[in-house]
């Protein structure tokens, strides 16, 4: 049962109750009538009568009442059960109306200040996140030199070693191709299976290597070019559409470009995807982003957000303010969605197919 139709059942016995308790209070009153006063003008059946007539009245009253009451504050709460829902999934610019001066009419005022301070962090952060991208230009040729001593780390720990084992598999067909073909056959569908692994580890890290920053470009423009090399260097099929990606501000614009470059680069080093779709959509005052493969998924219950790249696209979001849902299933790919307030000028609008 909801809080608000405990409320509404509440709301009916507390009526039911005083209905009883006015019709026993009555009837009390008339047998105390009776038995004081030598000549009643009423006798007992007929204040019987009256106590039973009395009580229908109470009780159609009290359900009539009952009713009303609770339809109205039922309706109340639920306008504020609401308000929390839309406040939870990020539209903190709603506000809910203030119709009464009581406790819920002030409830109701407490929220519309809680959903304008929350706006008002969302700015903050935004605003941080325009500061933060300034001293990341500073920083740009420490955090490059970092970047290529991290991808040397991971050449290392995965390349080398698919390559290592590559060549003892070789090795091993060489020697066992002339005595016993049918043990070389397996051999050689290992090699494959190993070079196309190592081959997309390198797309990824190769993707990586591309500038961090948009370069003077702007989002569009950047995600254009990120878009077109991923299509010239790999054989999966990207459907992009991107809309509403003008008059952002720059640090905003920094942060997305990462963000889809890490999910790109994660669809490339673990979905084993062929298609993957991204869209962006501004709606009112919001940026909508979509990254969705076709890949093999993974049970979010294990994974709870410990991929690295994941966790760095969550935090990523929610620097400027945005809210970071994931959806993914074995064997049914991965679905990525975004949404970021934003303050936009609007100028237009740009596709790429």
């Known amino acids: 049962m909801t809080k608000a139709s405990s409320i509404k059942v509440w709301l009916f016995k507390s ?20 038995i004081i006063t030598p000549n009643p003008l009423i006798s007992l059946r007929i204040s019987i009568y009256i106590t039973i007539l009395l009580f229908g009245v109470l009780l159609l009253l009290s359900l009539y009442f009952g009713v009303r009451s609770s339809y109205l504050l039922k309706g109340r709460l639920d306008d504020l059960s609401t308000f929390v829902s839309v406040l939870r999934s990020g539209n903190f ?13 002030f409830l109701s005022e407490e929220l519309n200040g809680l959903a304008f301070y929350i706006e008002e962090q969302v700015k903050s952060l935004q605003r941080l996140a325009d500061e933060r991208s300034e001293l990341a230009e500073q920083a740009q040729q420490a955090a490059v030199m970092e970047e290529r001593h991290r991808l040397a780390r991971d050449l290392h720990d995965s390349v080398s070693q698919q390559l290592f084992a590559l060549n003892m598999l070789s090795s091993a067909a060489i020697k066992t191709i002339d005595r016993d073909r049918e043990k070389t056959a397996p051999i050689v569908k290992q090699v494959a299976e190993i070079a196309a692994k190592a081959q997309g580890e390198m797309r990824a890290l190769l993707l990586h290597l591309r500038p961090i920053d948009l370069k003077g470009e702007s989002l569009f423009e950047g995600l254009q070019q990120l878009i077109y090399e991923l299509k010239e260097k790999t054989h999966i099929t990207i459907e992009a559409d991107l809309d509403g990606l003008v008059g952002l501000s720059k640090g905003t614009e920094t942060h997305l470009f990462r963000i889809i470059q890490e999910g790109l680069s994660n669809i490339l080093r673990h979905a084993d995807a062929s298609e993957v779709k991204l869209n962006t959509e501004k709606k009112e005052r919001y940026l909508m982003i979509y ?63």
Do not use: H, W
């Open 93 to 105: 610019s709603a506000r809910v109306e203030r119709d009464e001066e009581d406790e819920i009419g």
């Open 15 to 34: 009526y039911l109750m005083m209905t009883v308790l006015g019709t026993l209070l009555f009837f009390v009153s008339i047998q105390l009538y009776l």
């Open 291 to 353: 990254i969705g493969d076709n890949g093999r998924g993974f049970s979010l219950e294990q994974e709870k957000m410990t991929s690295y790249g994941l966790q760095t696209m969550r935090e990523r979001t929610e620097e400027i303010g945005g809210v970071f849902q994931i959806r993914s299933k074995e064997g049914e790919g991965t679905y990525i969605n975004i949404r970021v307030p934003l303050q936009v000028r609007e100028k237009g609008a740009n596709e790429v197919g």
